[in-house]
């Protein structure tokens, strides 16, 4: 089967299967402090970071998704393109691997000309530095974007289940070290919904890797989603709920979050979700599933869920009294672990 038919298959099985969103929802075992005397204005709550050496208006990431040479695939990609841009957030692609196999689909990663000032990122599989690509394609999809950093995504689950997957990941700790190395941008590692652990994260930052995407369990399900394309295998129903949860992970993350970038995925859903992410030390919260539908219909839509989860995210700030986001990062004091007991 073809990378572009494949990709489509994706897209189709995400929008036709809800259960490929696992909701998860680890992020109801914590709550925010309420603060019933905020002592700020609502209007007042300002929202905006720094991430990849670019200002954001709000610490959120349209995560990774697509990019091909069908005609919807190439909508897709442009409606997240024009409604990053208008709203300040920062885009990441799909897999690039596509266009050094269908030059045609280049045009769904050309995307520089309609977000000219958020922050962009190009994406390739790390297994693909077993299977033939190196640092000359991985220069080429940071070019093609003219992006800010590179994606290396892992994804051991989603090609253990993939008919068709790509099973030799052995070796690649160097191959990764080697390419931060030698691109001109930075390497982001991240995983696609299974979790990066705590540990692989303080072995990336031992090998110099700065920016982790943890992309953790709850949300999209990639085992669920090859189980669909497997011909009756069930492997993929046995490990649809396999990984870690993303607020987990940044519970473990917390003695070493203020020397790294950590970029919360996996499950969020809302406002709140980032908020509760950034309070548990992520720098941004990213999101996928949630922004599929909005974009295979236009860019206004992609426009409104953006805006939704800015308003969750400022209503959030202000109930905790806090109108800076940097007066939320690694605040415990704004956090309730129920799982702990208090507050039960
Ligand atoms: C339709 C779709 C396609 C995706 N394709 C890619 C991809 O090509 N590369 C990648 O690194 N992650 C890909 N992902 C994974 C997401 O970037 C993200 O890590 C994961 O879906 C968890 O976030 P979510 O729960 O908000 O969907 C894809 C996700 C979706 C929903």
Not at 11 to 31: E, K, M, T, Y
Not at 84 to 101: D, N, T, W
Not at 227 to 254: E, K
């Given at each position: 089967m073809s990378i572009g038919q494949r990709k489509l298959d994706h897209?189709?099985?995400?929008?036709?299967?809800?259960?490929?969103?696992?909701?998860?929802?680890?992020?109801?075992?914590?709550?925010l402090a309420h603060?019933?005397?905020?002592?700020?204005?609502?209007?007042?709550?300002?929202?905006?970071?720094?991430f990849l050496g670019k200002e954001l208006q709000l610490p959120l990431l349209i995560s990774s998704m697509t990019g091909g040479n069908h005609p919807d695939i190439i909508?897709?990609?442009?409606?997240?393109?024009?409604?990053?841009?208008?709203?300040?957030?920062?885009?990441?692609?799909?897999?690039?691997?596509?266009?050094?196999?269908?030059?045609?689909?280049?045009?769904?990663?050309?995307?520089?000309?309609?977000?000219?000032?958020?922050?962009?990122?190009?994406?390739?599989?790390a297994v693909q530095l077993n299977y033939g690509l190196g640092l000359a394609q991985a220069q080429t999809a940071i070019d093609t974007l003219d992006a800010d950093g590179l994606y290396c995504h892992l994804n051991p689950l989603q090609e253990a289940i993939q008919p068709e997957g790509d099973t030799n990941f052995s070796g690649l700790w160097n191959k990764i070290e080697s390419l931060s190395q030698q691109i001109n941008k930075?390497?982001?590692?991240?995983?696609?919904?299974?979790?990066?652990?705590?540990k692989l994260i303080q072995q990336g930052m031992t090998r110099g890797i700065c920016y982790f995407d943890i992309a953790g369990q709850g949300g999209?399900?990639?085992?669920?989603?090859?189980?669909?394309?497997?011909?009756?295998?069930?492997?993929?129903?046995?490990?649809?709920?396999?990984?870690?949860?993303?607020?987990?992970?940044?519970?473990?993350?917390?003695p070493f979050a203020a020397h790294t970038t950590l970029i919360a995925s996996g499950g969020l859903r809302n406002g709140i979700d980032?908020?509760?992410?950034?309070?548990?030390?992520?720098?941004?919260?990213?999101?996928?599933?949630?922004?599929?539908?909005?974009?295979?219909?236009?860019?206004?839509?992609?426009?409104?869920?953006?805006?939704?989860?800015?308003?969750?995210?400022?209503?959030?700030?202000?109930?905790?009294?806090?109108?800076?986001?940097?007066?939320?990062?690694?605040?415990?004091?704004l956090m309730i672990d129920l799982s702990e007991g208090a507050y039960r």
């Open positions: 897209l189709r099985l995400v929008i036709d299967d809800p259960q490929v969103n696992r909701q998860g929802n680890h992020f109801d075992q914590f709550r603060c019933a005397l905020p002592e700020c204005d609502l209007k007042d709550i300002d929202t905006r970071c720094t909508k897709i990609n442009r409606h997240l393109a024009e409604a990053a841009e208008a709203c300040g957030v920062a885009l990441a692609v799909g897999s690039q691997r596509i266009q050094f196999e269908q030059p045609a689909a280049l045009d769904s990663f050309s995307l520089r000309q309609l977000a000219p000032t958020v922050p962009l990122i190009a994406n390739i599989g930075p390497l982001l590692l991240k995983e696609v919904g299974s979790g990066l652990s705590p999209t399900s990639w085992s669920r989603i090859e189980h669909h394309r497997s011909n009756g295998n069930t492997n993929g129903i046995t490990f649809q709920d396999w990984g870690l949860p993303t607020p987990w992970i940044l519970q473990q993350c917390r980032v908020v509760k992410s950034l309070v548990l030390g992520a720098r941004i919260g990213g999101m996928a599933a949630p922004f599929l539908q909005p974009a295979m219909e236009s860019t206004q839509a992609v426009i409104q869920t953006i805006e939704q989860i800015a308003q969750e995210i400022r209503i959030a700030m202000f109930l905790l009294g806090e109108s800076h986001l940097d007066a939320i990062r690694l605040n415990d004091s």
